[in-house]
């Protein structure tokens, strides 16, 4: 069961809200909050899963809030504005219901959250760092070992992580999240530098234009969201007279 609560402004999305949810099996809607002042005193007293939230409210913006939080739970968010889609994925919302959205539309987005829910779930698919400074991973019905440093880059793609490892023909793809990934990786030789990628920064070639070369054959974008922490670490590198 998913347990989530409906942060919306209006009274009436809140009620269609949960309209929805009690068609929607695996679905449990355990608070419903007309602003953020009332969705973080819920957050406080209810264990909570997932989170439905509106961004152009009055107190606070929807993104800001969800940044806000130390812990914050997977987040779909409402609204009627199609502009801010891009910078709701970059605090990793699992979905973006453009209102109006129908009963379908939000049963896709609960299916998503079920997904990603068994995916957290499935911390086994990657170990702890051994002695040996290695990681192993569950892959294609095997597991398979890789050494932390010959990690060269990392790559999102939906609810899999594509890992490029020097020596490998080709990626180790594993069933994870960017977040857990980041939390078995040392800081602050692994360094986020965009919502779909994660660096090794010690096989950075050059940084151009704002991309960060690793080679002659890839090329990855510095994302908006990432760009202060990247470039603060690299002053911390240059040479001084």
Do not use: W
């Not at 899963?49 to 739970?73: H, K, W």
Request: aromatic residues 10%; glycine residues 2%.
């Amino acid at each position: 069961m998913i347990r989530c609560i409906v942060i919306d402004d209006e009274p009436l999305a809140v009620k269609q809200l949960a309209a929805y949810f009690e068609k929607t099996p695996g679905m449990q809607l355990v608070a419903t909050c007309l602003s953020t002042e009332e969705a973080r005193k819920a957050l406080e007293k209810e264990s909570v899963d997932a989170m439905f939230i509106d961004i152009n409210m009055p107190d606070q913006n929807g993104i800001d809030f969800v940044r806000s939080l130390t812990n914050p739970p997977m987040i779909v968010f409402t609204t009627a504005y199609a502009q801010y889609a891009l910078e709701g994925f970059e605090v990793e919302a699992i979905d973006y219901l453009l209102k109006p959205f129908s009963l379908e539309d939000f049963q896709r987005a609960a299916a998503r959250l079920k997904r990603q829910a068994e995916l957290k779930a499935a911390s086994t698919d990657i170990s702890k760092i051994d002695d040996d400074n290695a990681l192993f991973f569950k892959t294609e019905y095997k597991v398979v070992r890789v050494s932390v440093d010959d990690i060269r880059y990392i790559e999102a793609m939906s609810e899999y992580l594509r890992i490029h490892v020097d020596g490998h023909p080709r990626p180790v793809v594993v069933l994870l999240s960017m977040k857990k990934m980041l939390e078995r990786l040392p800081t602050p030789t692994f360094m986020r530098i965009h919502r779909s990628y994660i660096i090794n920064v010690k096989k950075i070639q050059e940084i151009s234009r704002n991309h960060v070369i690793m080679d002659a054959d890839v090329s990855l974008p510095i994302g908006d969201l990432y760009k202060d922490t990247f470039n603060a670490y690299i002053q911390t590198k240059f040479l001084s007279k």
